[in-house]
């Protein structure tokens, strides 16, 4: 019986186009409108590293002034001084432990033609690439031993690596930056998460850096951060080396553990790694210590704006508008055709068979309001691209996945179908016996 109303359904369509054509096109901009705020909204909450969300955790320590928190009511900071970070590190205690900061460096390319540049680059430690599941083109990353002995190593993003050397395996060549040679150990194949999970202090959405360097050089050669920086107190000393030991916090620290007797078995640690601590007279406050999966730091970062939210209850209300526009235009087709509902009614067919009639045409309208649809978000989404064009990262929260085409294809199915159970009803309804009389 499908096929029948889809016949019918098809045949109703074709005879009504400027109707049926205004009905598709209401769908399809109230989709439109409502997908393109969803699509930027997936992808800006995205996570992801969901993978292995249950074994990742950031770390927090509340090194804070004692008479004010970093962040209302009791929050920790978000990054961790030079001297926690280091010590936490080397206690190994963790299966996977990573530390970095942001930092930059003028990198100057091979050729006399070729002009130095500024480049933003992150200063990490060896399980940055293992821990975090960075896929290698070429090469790979250095090792414990290049943190401990200092090493001139470097890890180039793919885009980097065309940039510089036109895509070739570059492994084993010598990078220049501020007049330095690093050795090139490896190249990262595509890896563009968004947003950037591992450091949500600055711009989640800029995306990953372009060059990786051992955290020990750039500690070494006394690179400064141009992340955030925020200390509580001056630092006792001046110079690179009193930055180092002050109670500044500048450094994201991240760890792996294999389930959740490891969690609370870090968390235990770190406890007592404070209370050490407090007794050499740092730590004033309460412990307060903190492990967030990327889920759950994503949350507590607030890396979806509210703004986000506003605009998305205001696209649902949109679609709502035209959805109701669907309802009107059913029912002034169900008026149209009440000659034809009275007569198949006469002949014998009952109120399941209309309803199911007029059921699949609906669905059939919105299909192919769902398609129009896709079409009408992909325009909505170059228009947020062309509006911000002047940033970077929007080419990265304007794309649109499978997941979110086939929600546009249901989302209209389903709105298609919900405006037509009024307008069906009142078909369902309609008396042949009065309906004939009066023809």
Known sequence: MFRYYAKLGLLSIRANPALSALMVAAIAIGIGACMTIVTVRHVMADNPIEHKNERLFHVQLDNWNP???YDEPNEPPEQVTYLDATALLEAGRAQRQVISFKSSRVIQPDGDEARPFQEVLRATSADFFAMFDVPFRYGSG?????DRGEERVAVLSSAMNDRLYGGEDSTGRLLMMNNEPFRILGVLDDWHPVPTFYDLNNNPFQGPEQIYAPFSTAVAGEWG???NNSCWKPP???GYEGYLASECVWIQMWVELPDESGKAAYAQFLDDYVTEQKQLGRFPRELNNRLSTPGEWMIDREVVDETVGVLLALSVLFLLVCLLNT?????AKVIRRSNDISLRRALGANRAELFRQYIVEAGMIGVAGGLAGIGMTWLGLRGIEN???GYDFIEHL???DWQMVGLAVVLAIVSALGAALYPTWRACRVSPATTLRIQ
């Open 327 to 331: 309802i009107g235009l059913l029912l």
């Open 387 to 389: 509006v911000f064009a």
């Open 67 to 69: 008479n004010d928190p």
């Open 225 to 227: 951060s141009t992340g």
């Open 398 to 400: 304007v794309t649109m």
């Open 236 to 238: 006792e000393e001046g």
């Open 142 to 146: 250095w090792d414990a031993a290049a």
